[in-house]
């Protein structure tokens, strides 16, 4: 069983900083791939980074974002600076990963989902 465990998310004042973090935990072989998705109210969710053989950014997505992955931990980061009201929303981390060398192919998780809310 892997669950993806976020935490970071909370309410800041326009101009802060966050780092929401995710942790995939359970039995895990290889990671292939972890991202973050964003969440708006009332829209679908979408892509905003992932790292894996290499680090994408959408094209969407500002400078004020960094994603970043420590293999040791199973774990992925997204820095996110000079916060904007704009960025409220709920952010899920995302892994494709395989839980033993018989897995022919990666499975998709999610997280449950934290929420940053920036007051202007």
């Known amino acids: 069983q892997v669950q993806l465990v976020e935490s970071g998310g909370r309410l800041v004042q326009a101009g802060g900083s966050l780092r929401l973090s995710c942790e995939a935990a359970?039995?895990?072989?290889?990671?292939?791939?972890m991202g973050w998705y964003r969440q708006f109210p009332g829209k679908q969710r979408e892509l905003v980074a992932g790292?894996?053989?290499?680090?994408d950014y959408v094209d969407s997505v500002s400078r004020r974002f960094t994603i970043s992955r420590d293999n040791a931990k199973n774990t992925v980061y997204l820095q996110i600076n000079n916060l904007k009201p704009e960025d409220t929303a709920v952010y899920y981390c995302?892994?494709?990963?395989?839980?033993?060398?018989?897995?022919?192919?990666?499975?998709?998780?999610w997280g449950q989902g934290t929420q940053v809310t920036v007051s202007s």
């Open positions: 790292t894996g053989d290499k680090t």
């Open positions: 359970g039995t895990i072989f290889r990671i292939n791939w």
């Open positions: 995302s892994a494709q990963l395989r839980t033993s060398s018989e897995d022919l192919y990666a499975r998709t998780y």
